[in-house]
């Protein structure tokens, strides 16, 4: 499995267009379409809005190319307290819509870690 | 009364200030849906409008008893009906603009892959097929999708008729130009109104409405049929 590049981030919203840009350029070296490459900057968007929400103060994104272009984000840091939100049911749910295997896994009760998928 | 209760309730006595009670209810997510998938160059209040009609026939649908969230059901349902909107729009026809050169040839060579292809193309491909990098492309599609007929035509407001119909040697694509002012000409009165405040003086749907004197389901109705005409005329057209 390769990697393309991993990039870690203090959550803050002023990072997540630099981050969608980035994003898109991997979806396209991994050959994923402009529609789902689109759908796959939502879902990184949606992830660490998630992370944040869950306590965190940065996030690491790992992009690597599996059968398309498979996104692994975690939460990293002293996690604080949780601020979950009634939109945080809609983000689980949007990823759940957008991509493929979506997987969460969770620490100490909290959300900790999620991977996606766009295939090829 | 509970969700659950709510569902059961107009499920069993199916009382339409029930269902609206549910919508309303319900109505910030189709709201924050239509945020999120705007800037793929449609408008938030169009894609709003698109997630609200999806919002009622998902009312419609829901079955409390599977045990689902309804926020669960919907999101997928809403963004389903925006992503089938967006596949809609991207069959339209596109405006060549000097400043936007890019997004234009993104979009048309887009659907020449497509066609060719039967698929979407990936950044890489549509730059290697426009001399440009794909950085370029990327950042294209980032900034807020391709020029299509549902942008204004002009920043002073111009109608999409009255741009296409003057001799600005901007256009460099002096056969589309004609193509699109002929099939405009087909158009009735009413119609070639519509594209004016819709696309040239770039109005929602309701603002549209307000001006015509209509429902805004109406006009909603009217600029997919006229598009359509539009469509299968360029088509026709360019054949």
Redesign the interface.
Known sequence: MKEYMTIALPLSRELMTALRLATGGVCSLAGVDLERSEDCKVCVTESLLLLMHAGYPSARVGFWEEDGLLVRVSGEGERGAAAPTEEDEISFALLGALAEQTETEKEGGALARLSFRFGK | MDERELFAKYRETGDVALRNLLVERYLY?AS??AK??AG?GVEYDDLYQVASLALVKGVERFDETKGL?F??FI??TI??EIKNY?RDRSRLVHLPRKVAELRAG?RRE?EAFAAETG??????E?AARLGAS??E???A??AGGVVSLDRPADEDGMSLYDVLSSEDESFEHFENREAVHSAMKALSPTERALISFRFGQELSQTETAKRMGVSQMYISRLERKVLEKLRESLKGDMA
Do not use: M
């Open positions: 997510i924050l849906l999120k998938f793929r969230k926020s669960t999101t997928p963004t389903g967006f993104v887009s698929r979407s193309p990936t950044a890489k549509l794909e950085e492309i990327v950042h599609a980032e």
